[in-house]
Every structure is written in structure tokens, then in C-alpha cells.
């Protein structure tokens, strides 16, 4: 029989299915050992964007090609019955992919990345570690597709969840119940930018034989650190910053060993997998993420304090302004306030308005890229919570500022408010 099945992968055993000769050989416990996660990083202790450029990415041996190869290839010759290089079928493992992981697993401090094809791919298998009559107590502001996915896919399979204020630490202390499994965060949040204490959450959640999830897309781990904060599993929808050019559409789970080989098995059971180009792009984004968030960060300070005193605009949400419910949360945990942006202007007219007046902002969904998007949550991207308890503001629009000269951004909302 050929093995194109696979059985023998992610058994739990085989560290999911990752071959031996890519990983450290000093991999840390779940828990109670993060203080040297940097894996790839042989203990040398170099700086994020030092491992972003290198973590997973030595030379190809054979032709000292500087960058990962696109490895698109499905399946990988082996030289007996029953012995493979450490790759046997593009499902399964592909070299392209683990350079991403490792680098991956580098950035967030983790034993191991596990990337999918897309970040609802990665929440899926989250999802899929769960049996019928488990509960997750989930954050009353996701987005929008999260909660999709477990009210309306994996409640179809017994899955419980309650929407709580995360804010609320008493709420969430209440909302637990004997089969809590999971509670999961999301902060900054997507679209209020509400910012949640991970420190408190996670402890909450052990305290309770729960594990936190922490969905780190808008914060990046450059500017957040939630395994050192204790998550558990730290999920990604790549799409946004780490690939950070609009280009491609993937997911990366990030957590320990044994957590990871269990995803693993997933994967190469259910099949989400990101192909070789997606894992490439997305690992070209990474090298840049650092210097990227520099200014996606600088930008997007500067727009908030301009809407901030713009009379059309009714409320800014940025965790960097000073008078911003999470700013203070914001300043402990991260180690900058991020290029997203969330503002109203008083009715849906205006918002639609304003939305549909932007030249440089284009008006689409997603975030993350280098070029500068603007977006009408309550119609866009947050369609599928209209009526439930995570129905935003219908005069609500939100920004994901991109890295181009702040002074032309400044002027294209200028004009767009009139
Ligand atoms: C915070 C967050 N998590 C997860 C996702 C889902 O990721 P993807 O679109 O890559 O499936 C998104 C998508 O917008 C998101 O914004």
C-alpha cells in the first residue's frame, strides 16, 4: 500500500510528524519551562528580527541557496520500504512549511508552530482537540468567522460555548463550568480593539483545568508575548501581518510539544494544509515583521490622535491613546499598540459615507498588509454575528493602517470626513 494515509503520523510519539533532523533536540516541557522556548536559536539568544531572518532558514546544503526553496513537490522518493527522508506526502510534511513553523515557533517562544491553510483552518483543528459536551467560554468581541465557526459548525457536534466579557473577570470566573476546555482570547480584538489581561485569563483558566487560547493576529509577536503570559496555544490567521502583503491567506497554531503533535495529526487527518507557495510568501512576510510593525505602529498612532479631535468622529478606539479603556493593560502587555484602528462617526450613513470616500484606503476586507485598508465591520467582515450578542455598531468603521508616509494617509481621511 502506498502512504498516502499516513497512519502512522501524528500519533503523539513522532512529535507530528516533523522530522527528527529539522528540530532541537532540547525540547522544553509544556509548561512550567518557557524560559527558553527560542527554538532554532541553539541558546544564542538573538533578537526577533534576527530570528525571524534566520530560525529555519539555514543554506539549502546542496546549493547554498540563501532562501527556503519552494518545495512543490507532492511526494518525496524514498530510498527503502518503510524508511522515508523524514518527508513522505505534501500532507503530511513538506520542508517549505517546516521552515515556517520553526521560524514561527521561534517568534512566539513555543515549542512548535503548526501552520494551516488558513487562520479559520488553524481554529478548526483548536476546535477538533474537543469532544461532544465540551464547553469554551469564548470573548464576546471575535472575529466575526470565530464565532461563526463554533455557534453555527462545531455546536453541530455537541460543542458547548458561551459568549463572555473577558474585561469581566468576575463573569468569566462564573461562566465556567466541570466541562470547560477551553477559554479563548482575543486581544487586541477584532473590530473594538477592546484589550484583554492574558496574565489573569490564564490563570483563570488553569485554575480551572482549562487552557487559554490566545488569538495573537492583531498584536503579533512582536508586540505580544502571550506564552510567556501563560496561554496555552497561541493561534494566528497569518493572512494578516506575518505575511503582510496581502498576498496570501493562511493560519499557524503556535504551542507545546505534545499539543502540536496532536494538531499535527489533525492536519494530516482532516487536510488543511497551506501549499508550498503560501508557506514560502508567508515566510518571506516574516522576515520583515519587525521593522513592519515599527511603523504600522507609528502610523497609526498618528491617525488615531488626528480622529481623535476630528468633530464628525464620536469615539476612537486605539489602546494607544491615553484616554482608551485598554491603554493601560495595553502599556504592560505590549510592547507597542499596533497599526489597527477603530472609530465612529454617529450614523451608518456617514460610515458608509466615509468608507466609500477613501482613495488610499481602499475599501476592502482583511488587515495586516503594508498598503492601507478601511472597512464597515457591521456590514463586512462582522456579518455573520448581526442579531447575536457580538452585533457591533452599525456606525463603527475600522482602519488597518499601512506603512505608506502618514501625511498622505492623514490628508486621505482629511478629505474622506469632509
Ligand atoms: C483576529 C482574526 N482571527 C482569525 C481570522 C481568520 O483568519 P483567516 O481569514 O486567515 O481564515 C481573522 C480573519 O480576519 C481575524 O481577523
Redesign the pocket.
Known sequence: MNTEANDDQGTGTDRGGLPEDLHDDDQAGAHGERDDHRRGDHGRGHGFSTRAIHVGQDPEPRTGAVIVPIYQTSTFAQPRVGEHTGYEYGRTGNPTRTALQECLASLEGTDEAVCFA??????DAIFRLLSPGDHVVMADD??G??WRQIAQVHSRFGIEVSAVDLGDLDAVAAAFRPTTRLLWA?TP??PLLKILDLTALAQLAHDHGARLVA?N??ATPYLQQPYDLGADLI??????YIGGHSDV???AVCTDAATAAELAFLQNAVGAVPGPFDAWLTLRGAKTLGVRMDRHCSNAAAIASFLSTHDRVTRVRYPGLADDPGHDLAAKQMSGFGGMVSFQVGSIALAKQVAEATELFFLA???GGVESLIEHPGIM?HASVAGTLLEVPDDLLRLSVGIEDVDDLLADLERALG
Do not use: M
Not at 235 to 240: A, D, E, L, R
Open positions: 488558513s487562520g479559520l483552518a488553524a481554529e471575535v472575529y468567522g470565530t482575543e480584538s477584532n488569538d493576529t492583531f493561534v494566528h490567521s497569518t493572512t494578516k491567506v493562511g493560519g476586507e482583511s488587515l467582515t
